[in-house]
């Protein structure tokens, strides 16, 4: 049973995202998505954006003079957008995501990544008996303190980036990372990042593979009014809690819903096990 | 509106936000990429690629890695960058009524360049990223300032010797020198509105008089 805690009227909490990641279907028929679109449309997701991902890929093959040569793969995705700019699903071949900046509760975001995940099935060809590959969730909290606040108070010291007082200069930057294995083919991650503002204003507020360069994938993040105003740095707390299915079962086989409500517990602990009580008064 | 940090080079990621009519503001996921001469290029992405070519070098296997390729440097995110290129030129000549080769002077390329922009067809390189961007801030605040777009007055109209144009043409923007003039111009444009009001109110009272 999860400990109890006080429910946070100030959280600082921007950003969720939930991934089914299976092994890779035929490429999306324009028919099918047609159909998802319909389905999600009844599941208030009504926009539908097409866009695409760049990666790239590496190559190297053994021999004495080879170059690593480098392509750029083009990876279709399709977008589903709520309403007010606040929650989305992105498809790919490989990789089914929930985004929020607008989460409410793990069990009404459970519900909806159910919802999601039962339309997505009866939908798209193939999607059960592909393998799964892993599920995450992610959490991520701007940790911005108030006037009179500094985030060392809210923070746990062991989150903090090394000051370096005597070295001198200004600080640009600064991060510290912790992986934990919590069994059963899992691992947390704890990234915490110590970001600078740029003339008074937030510069990055998510980590870096979370930025979204699309302008029409994006969602909005409410804005609590002393970010308006920033005086000094603040963070980025990330956490993601990862299952890795290593014998990579039927993607229809896992009861993922009770898989992404054990991840939540060990994210909640985790988050709960970094911040201060000062940042708790604060937050309240 | 939208409003981005000034500086000559963006050293951070910086993500998009938007203040709302009630004077609150709303962040996005959506972030300018950082420059590729920042240091948050060198320490970030760059340095991962670095690290994997050294890697791959090495020549241990035979192997293919996808690496995310994360905005670092703009040329290299084709359709959402040259898209901002494209809204960056279609508000310079919203907010300013300046043609497209007028516009050419204040965003110091060719006229072949801007239409490129304008179609979101152009490879963009840091230099000019760094002049759009800096333009875009000067527009931003313009558009706070000027009730309508001043058109041919940009061109004709002189507050302390300069033209607005020449001042956003030149290759430093002088901000203070700019907002100066756009307030002047905001007093020229709301006065000029103010009389076709009024002429255009006698002209309909002489045309209904004898209704």
Known sequence: ???????????????????????????????????????????????????????????????????????????????????????LVEVRQDRLLLKTTDYSGHEAFLAELNEVMRIVADVLPGFDKGLLHRLSLRYVDLVVPKPGEKLRELVSEALLPPPLPDVGGSPLFGSTVKVVDTGMGRHLRVMFEEVQPEEGRLTKVLPDDLLEHVRSCGLSITAQAHWANMKGVYGLLDIEHVHIAEDTPAVGDVDKSEVFRQLHEKTYRAFWGVITDEARRSWA | MQVTTSGSSVRMPVCLQQPQSDGTFELSTVHHPASELSFYADINKLGQVKRLRSWLERKVLSTVALVPREVMAPEEVEPAATQRAADIVASAKRVTGLSVKDLTSVFRVSRQTLYNYRKSQETISDRNWMRLEAVDREISKLSEILPYSPGSLAKHFKFEGHTLVELLSAPQLDTQSIQRLAHELAGQLSASRQHAKAHNQTSIDQLTRHA
């Open chain 1, 1 to 87: 049973m999860m400990p109890a805690n006080p429910l946070l009227s100030q959280a600082p909490l921007i950003h969720v995202v939930a991934q089914v990641h299976f092994s890779e279907l035929p490429p999306l028929e324009e028919s099918v998505l047609e159909g998802l679109h319909r389905r999600l449309v009844e599941a208030g997701f009504p926009e539908r954006v097409d866009a695409n991902l760049d990666h790239v890929e590496w190559s190297v093959q053994v021999s004495a003079d080879n170059e690593p040569q480098q392509r750029v793969r083009r990876i279709q995705r399709v977008v589903f957008k709520g309403a007010g700019q606040r929650r």
